[in-house]
């Protein structure tokens, strides 16, 4: 993606206001500082952890919980690990085995546990990264007996395993990386002897790095930050544990110059930045640390006291969102929507037109958002990134009601419009543009109707097409191109594992996609990311905690994903690209229960919260979920 803004530092020719407003809605907004989150990783305390940790940068204060690892390990990689959407937790020893190629990654500006990414050629500890927006390279490091000069990549939008990409001048491990996005630095370390070596080289080039200058002592362990011109690295060991902060210019080869001290020696410490400012996390002062200690990049002095880690530690990771590899100019990816989730109708535990929000990136209990048009249960819901809906429903009799609300402002739901057939039960699911709803029961009888809405102009439903197998209480889920509906019960022959897709842009009769993993009903969908879809519980006839998968852009069978908290029927299902919920059910008894899964990976859903109170038959959807994702 080319830079969307005039360079303050290298701005020609002639920009037009509409072109610049274009760029700011199609591919980011105008680039900060102030919201660079840095994430502290890993570590022992003295014992090995999993444990991420965030702050924001420009502020100060104490961190805290982002969620974990996939193993607990050391030195899961020093510099800088990530861009504006991925950071990375790169080898790391643990306690068994001893040496990792794990390769782990978050979304930073989310909160939630890591997901494999791939791994490493071999097992690598002690490693050095360095990145910009696209290309992240793991240098040096030590595969245990053995110190290593190798350096892998890995492109950071994709996922899979590290291939070989050059040379470092000499070996290292135990030094820190560095970058300007355009040249890496490589700095201190062992060699197998303490060095004060600044390597450098080229990040779009597989050339053999050279040699840059030297840091003001030998020293290995630090902490290192950067801009878009200096590099500056502080404590470590040289052997005995170091408070010294150095910078040097990355433009020009050359030696590091002294900048001041940290407020302790530390030893085994780790760091971040944004371009401004850089922070030191925990190590070891002698005895373990939680501090961070914060500078100012640009002006020479002695650090300050920032706030304290979640736990004290040492031999850990840090990475941030904005480094010095991260070009100021570089558009960010849109963020669709803010997290934000709702639940719609249903029986609270008698059939209600409550609404409550649930705020997805954070864990904690629902809140009331507002109300329904009228009491509701049995719809479907759905979402546009500045919209909520809920189609269709009964009270007790059925309606083909479509009621709608904006995400941005608590308050009531307003008609937005009709169903081209009342009925509840469906299955729902949206693109960007389109709200499609599916299936339901029609006057005591299955349906395999399938409706379409456009999401930002109120009206009626347009006849869409037909689905595969009539049924009802199954539940759909999207990506922006293709909507999948899974489950439900067939009049004819009883439960459904059916799952059947259509385009979502096109109008048609849908098209076989697979099946899922187990036949049920009243099961919970709402659950994608730009890649994946997952439906979890339902009732087969008994209560499921089952939760499967699919790749929505291929077809075949889902696969097994994980278990439920709790075994449940007629919950409901909403995510954002990056987490799902489920939320209420009943087992056979309601529940008010909330859990969450990571979309990316794989395992056992986990306690999020609660709902307001025991809630069934809802509805759910959401304003950034896969569907909504370009």
Known sequence: MATSYPRRDSASGLWRLSDITSNIKNQGTWPTSAGTRALFHGGATPSYVNTIDYVTVASTGDAADFGDMTHVRIYPGHGGNGNFTRSFMIGGE???????????????VSTGNAADFGDLIAVR???????????????????????????QTITMATTGDATDYADLVS???????????????????LNPAFVNVIQTGDLASTSTWVDFGDLTQTSRNMGSADSHTKGVTFGGNTPSASNVIDIFNMGSKGNATDFGNCTTVRDETSGASNTLRGLAGGGTVPGVSATIDYFTIATAGDAADFGDLTAARKALGGCSTGHGGLEAFDPRPLTI???????????????????????????????DFGDLSANSTGGTGTGSATRGFRMGGNNPSLNDTIDAIQFSTLGNAFDFGNLTVARHALHGAASPTRGVAAN???????????????????GNATDFGDSTEARYSGDGLSSSVRAVFGGGYDEGTGFSNVLDYVTIASTGNATDFGDQSVTRDQGAGGISSSTRGAWSGGQTPSMSNVIDYITISSTGDASDFGNLTVARGSLTGLSSNVRGINAGGASPSKLNVIDYI??????DATDFGDLTAIWSVLAGGSDSHGGLQS
């Open 337 to 367: 929507g803010r997290g934000v989730g709702v639940v719609m109708g249903g029986l609270y535990p008698a059939i209600t037109n409550r609404i409550e929000s649930i705020q997805i990136p954070s864990l904690g209990n629902g809140t």
């Open 94 to 108: 643990g306690p068994a085995p001893s040496v990792r190629d794990t390769i782990d990654y978050v979304n930073p």
């Open 440 to 458: 339901g029961i029609v006057s005591g009888t299955d349906s395999n109707v399938i409706d379409y809405i456009t999401m930002a102009s109120a």
């Open 171 to 189: 070996i290292g491990r135990y030094a820190e990386g560095l970058c300007n996005g355009i040249t890496g630095y490589i700095a201190g370390g």
């Open 125 to 151: 500890q002690a490693v050095s990264c360095v990145n910009n927006k696209t290309r992240l390279l793991a240098c040096g490091g030590s595969d245990g007996p053995a110190t290593l000069n190798t350096i």
């Open 598 to 603: 990571t979309i990316a990976s794989t395992g």
